[in-house]
């Protein structure tokens, strides 16, 4: 038996408790640490380039188009989410803002399933097999819609009160 084909024996074995906990664990840790970050920046004020606190470079597209980038405000969007703005937060870039929520509902259900495994993640991609490209096309538009509005916010062809 080559060494291949007992490793994959052993991790047949690996009961699905186990399995749940070794995906939760790597999500748990990686949203942990969005969180953590998005909590400690400062939003922006002009509702973009939040990320130069990280030591990030500012955004090319941004700089060579003088048009804001599909994520532009991202980073703002998710400081404002992370200090309890939703509204300021989802004014400055609503696709953003819905992605810290799906950060969130990640992070809570890796824990969930960390501290007691139920299968949660199975049953959610069970749910939302059938309806992946459905799901993919809503999202896709709505970062383009979300990227006109930002466009337009950063041009003043929108006024925010």
Known sequence: MNIVQRWLD???????TTINR???????LGTRVVI????????ASQGHATHLQLGLHPCSFLTWTGYACPMCGATT???????LR?????????FASFLFLSTASVFGVSFAELVQ???RW??????LEP????VAAAFLLFMAVAWVYKISLMKAWIALP
């Open 36 to 43: 953590g970050l998005s909590l400690w920046l400062e939003p």
């Open 122 to 127: 199975s049953r959610l991609i069970d749910w």
């Open 117 to 119: 495994p139920r299968l």
């Open 22 to 28: 070794l995906v939760s664990l790597p999500l748990f």
């Open 131 to 134: 309806i992946e490209g459905r």
């Open 77 to 83: 969007s998710f400081a404002l989410m992370a200090h």
């Open 86 to 94: 939703p509204i300021a937060a989802f004014l400055n870039q609503p």
């Open 10 to 16: 052993r991790a047949a074995r690996i009961d699905v």
